[in-house]
């Protein structure tokens, strides 16, 4: 059994995909394909690859339908950076290809279509201690990738410029043609400047790197974020703006800090650095140990994989290929159309009839009607949590019901259900979590809900309890709630792993 590894060029580059062909190869015979928007799409032929071999399409989503068309055996891993904006028909037209999502985010968005989605998050191994050892200096890294988009040394400047001690620019941009050297610290600033170009090694990079303690997160957005999660398993304080998936590896003001690209305001770090980084470590620490206890299941994910009902012809595999290509590279617009104008060939494969069910919008008019979401998210009881038995609510992570709360098992835990409409619009709506109290222990906790952070803090010395309000506007039919936790010894015993707990989830009228 082989895999076809097609990958997005750029990551030639970058290697950031070189992880998951890593693992891949420890089970499988594995070619590694960069592909070229512009490249001749005859690899596609059916005699290239067999039955029984594997397509694993990492950030070429949109090609996964070409493979689906022939019957083969697809895992699509897709990147909240370039998929987030598709329409309902890019996912429709892949919902019976095998997902893995980086994302919370896009995880939902892709069972929200009736895909089928693991979750995962990534570490690498962590360094042996955090990085940072006392709230002295603060020592900046901000690689210059990708200024089109506002991140650039004036937004670094606004962030930190106040207190920072040092700043170095690693001016690298995705763009060559952004190449920009400032020059000039502004008035009134005392910290000191320095530069870098592309490093050829990673060990270069590493070098510089490790002089500094606090790092910018170089994008708006990311897929998983390579650089970033490095710097947190490094323990560095990550400063990086508020949306995926910065947002899922990141509790603002617990183990980094989030901003608004829109309206930035400076950082206030010093006194809190030494925290920052012993949570940010932490949690990267335990998101190791998670990882790699994921990945058996990863593989065996793999090996029971299996090829899917032919629905196209070579010939006409061969007919959309370039088609399908130029139309995604033209932009989500053009995408957007091209889609709308094929919507035929989508019904084909992926097996449901989409004749007057697409909106003008590009919406498709069922969703409850898509598996496996509405087997998924089931009606709350009353609409409570039965936080004594909560395991069918339970779609990422673990929590074990007690008379006291659900207990989240390790880091994380993400709840789906479904809001009966009959009921009325839930108008005195809460979340209760409780800590368990370790004399010294710091307890940090994260709320997300349908991808929006609603709730962010530490349980002060004298509270053992946290009461949650929930705006009924972020409340929809289908709901996603992820609760994170921060501060704990995960080095403990597996029964002492559970530190924070729901004590009520409940939505009243």
């Not at 998983?224 to 947190?232: E, K, Q, R, S, T």
């Not at 949590?385 to 074990?400: D, M, N, R, W, Y």
């Amino acid at each position: 059994m082989k895999v076809f590894f097609f990958d997005h060029a750029f990551h030639k580059k970058t290697a950031s995909s070189h992880f998951f062909v890593q693992l891949l190869s420890t089970s499988f015979e594995v070619e590694h394909i960069f592909f070229e928007p512009d490249a001749d799409s005859s690899w596609i032929n059916a005699s290239v690859i067999g039955k029984n071999d594997i397509i694993v399409l990492w950030q070429m989503d949109f090609l996964a339908p070409l493979f689906l068309g022939r019957g083969l055996k697809v895992v699509v891993i897709p990147m909240f950076d370039g998929s987030w904006g598709a329409p309902d028909l890019h996912w429709l037209f892949a919902r019976n290809a095998v997902f893995i999502n980086f994302s919370l985010s896009l995880h939902n968005r892709v069972e929200e279509m009736g895909g089928r989605s693991t979750l995962l998050r990534y570490y690498p191994e962590v360094t042996p201690t955090p990085c940072v050892r006392d709230d002295g200096d603060i020592n900046v890294f901000f690689w210059r990738r990708r200024p089109e988009d506002g991140i650039d040394f004036d937004l670094v400047d606004c962030l930190v410029g106040r207190e920072a001690s040092s700043i170095h620019i690693h001016d690298a941009p995705d763009d060559p043609s952004q190449t920009y050297r400032p020059s000039r610290i502004p008035k009134g600033r005392k910290y000191r400047l320095t530069q870098s170009r592309w490093f050829e090694s990673e060990a270069d990079y590493s070098a510089v790197l490790s002089q500094a303690n606090v790092f910018i997160a170089p994008r708006n957005g990311e897929g998983i974020g390579m650089a970033m999660v490095d710097a947190l398993a490094r323990g560095m304080v990550v400063i990086a703006s508020d949306v995926p998936t910065h947002n899922e590896y990141i509790a603002d003001g617990i183990n980094g800090v989030l901003f608004d690209l829109a309206s930035p305001c400076p950082v206030a770090l010093k006194g809190r650095m030494r925290s920052l980084s012993a949570m940010a470590w932490t949690a990267a620490k335990f998101g190791r140990e998670r990882w790699l206890a994921s990945v058996p299941k990863i593989l065996k994910l793999f090996e029971e994989l299996q090829p899917h009902p032919v629905t196209m012809t070579q010939y006409e595999v061969d007919a959309l290929a370039p088609r399908l290509i130029r139309a995604y590279y033209g932009g989500m617009e053009i995408y957007s159309q091209f889609l709308s104008e094929i919507t035929s060939t989508v019904s084909c494969v992926s097996g449901l009839s989409l004749a007057d069910r697409i909106s003008t919008a590009g919406k498709y008019d069922d969703r409850p009607s898509l598996d496996p979401l509405t087997a998924r998210l089931s009606e709350l009881p009353q609409n409570c949590l039965p936080t004594s038995k909560p395991e069918p609510f339970v779609l990422a992570g673990q929590l074990i019901g007690g008379n006291d709360g659900a207990w989240i098992v390790g880091e994380d835990v993400t709840i789906g259900f479904a809001m009966d409409p009959r009921f009325g619009v839930a108008q005195r709506n809460h979340l209760k979590l409780r800590r368990r109290v370790l004399v010294g222990e710091v307890i940090g906790y994260s709320v997300i809900l349908n991808g929006k952070h609603i709730a962010t803090g530490n349980f002060q010395a004298d509270q053992d309890v946290v009461e949650i309000l929930i705006d009924p506007v972020d409340l929809k039919f289908l709901n996603y709630l992820q609760i994170r936790s921060y501060g704990a010894d995960w080095s403990m015993n597996f029964e002492h792993k559970s530190r924070l707990a729901v004590a009520a989830l409940v939505f009243s009228t």
